[in-house]
């Protein structure tokens, strides 16, 4: 059975103060009745400030992104070593926002995943389509384009990775796919998997991502194909995030 996981993604946001607080918060109410892994992915600047944090916690710190380039002269651009040296456990590739407002392609973003293997990091890689995408009926084509990049190269390790669905129309938003819909997504996605490798998909971790609240999760995380959730919004909020968690 696959272990339960839960992460929070900060995006753009937090103080140092925050930081503090909210951890400190969540580690608080960890106990033995939340039996799910259970990550943060902050803002770069706030990586070393959580990792001191939660050194004594099961919560695991992440990033949001990560360069496909291991060094040189790439102004602004973090490695995956340079994370790894930071304590980092999980690294977001490919967030919608990464995709659209960044224009990262899927070839950048397979990069993005070897880089962060190869530094012993484990890359959440993010899919999902536009509203656009949604209403013309091209989920299918859309998630099977994306996860069929990372299928396509032989060097990706499919057991030290975890995928998210992201329906970029449900983030932020408010709205949220049904437990139904999004059930069917992540068995197409599963099922895409188990075509290259049947154990990888057993074992595969798949997240959903979309405006997920505290009144929601219990039905999402009911459905047998997902697996937790990359919580946005509610991630900022000690108490929701700890009642997911506690769902999860």
Known sequence: MRQPLVIGNWKMNGSLS?????????DKAIDDKIACDIGVCVPFVYIDRANELVKKSAIKVGAQTVSEYSSGAYTGEISAQMLAELGCHWVLVGHSERRTLFNESNAVLIDKVLAAQGADLLPVYCVGETEADYKSGLTVDVIKDQIGALLSDPSIDLNRLVIAYEPVWAIGTGLTASPEEAQKVHAFIRSLIREKNAESAKQLKILYGGSV??????????????DGGLIGGASLDADAFISICQKA
């Open 213 to 226: 609240k505290p009144d929601n999760a219990s039905l999402l995380f009911k459905q047998q194909d997902i």
């Open 18 to 26: 925050l930081t503090s607080e909210l951890l400190s918060k969540i």
